[in-house]
């Protein structure tokens, strides 16, 4: 079955730069959009990025523009999110999940999920 | 930026209750919304998507409609398993995947 398993959390001064890896297994992963998701602690869900099934096409929100870069490595079933310039407010729970791609609509829907890697920004 | 409002944030309900989740696109969305579930300490699960097309295995007891800017979660009858948090989130990949701030059904 469809197993995403996030690494590379962890303890990050601010200002400190840290990579995220899911690794896929159980799917065709070159098949699939794939996205990251985070959770601050009790907080709800804060969409980060989405990543197309080549790489080529990879979509930021707003708030890690420019900071965060996603990518992918198909045939290490794998995907990566690096952070730079971490702040205290990027703490968070961060999961990766399967995106459905539906046609015409273009839409997204994040079916399969990790259970998330814990990023803490403290000093 | 697309703003995705819930409404309302919690709400109190006893088992066999119909529960209704309302959420309010800042602009118009055609039917590009999915309801997601989260239990404490759980990744989300996907529940409906293009507003209201039940995903595989959830129970019919949910349902989803509405289209444009307004749209609605129900639980017909809740079970012990349904209190959770549940988002809603606009699902147009060329715009922000946006979510709603969530909703808690608890006992």
């Known amino acids: 079955q469809v197993q995403l398993v996030e690494s590379g959390g962890g303890l990050v001064k601010p200002g400190g730069s840290l990579r995220l890896s899911c690794a896929a297994s159980?799917?065709?992963?070159?098949?699939?959009?794939m996205t990251w998701i985070r959770q601050a602690p009790g907080r709800g869900l804060e969409w980060v990025s989405y990543i197309s099934m080549s790489g080529s096409t990879v979509y930021y929100a707003d708030s890690v523009k420019g900071r965060f870069t996603t990518s992918r490595d198909n045939a290490k079933n794998s995907l990566y999110l690096q952070i730079y310039s971490l702040r205290a407010e990027d703490t968070a729970l961060y999961y990766c999940?399967?995106?459905?791609?539906?046609?015409?609509?273009?839409?997204?829907?994040?079916?399969?999920w990790g259970q998330g890697t814990l990023v803490t920004v403290s000093s | 930026d697309i703003q995705m409002t819930q409404s309302p944030s919690s709400v109190s309900a006893s088992v066999g209750d119909r529960v209704t989740i309302t959420c309010r696109a800042s602009?118009?969305?055609?039917?590009?919304l999915a309801w997601y579930q989260q239990k404490p300490g759980k990744a989300p699960q996907l529940l409906i998507y293009?507003?209201?097309s039940l995903y595989n295995g959830v129970p019919s007891r949910f349902s989803g409609s509405g289209s444009g800017t307004d749209f609605t979660l129900t639980i017909s009858s809740l079970l012990p398993e349904d209190f959770a948090t549940y988002y809603c989130q606009q699902t147009n990949s060329f715009l922000p995947l946006t979510f709603g701030g969530g909703t808690k059904v608890e006992i």
């Open positions: 159980g799917f065709t992963f070159s098949d699939y959009y």
């Open positions: 293009a507003a209201s």
């Open positions: 602009q118009h969305i055609s039917s590009w």
């Open positions: 999940a399967t995106a459905e791609y539906a046609v015409p609509a273009a839409t997204l829907s994040f079916v399969d």
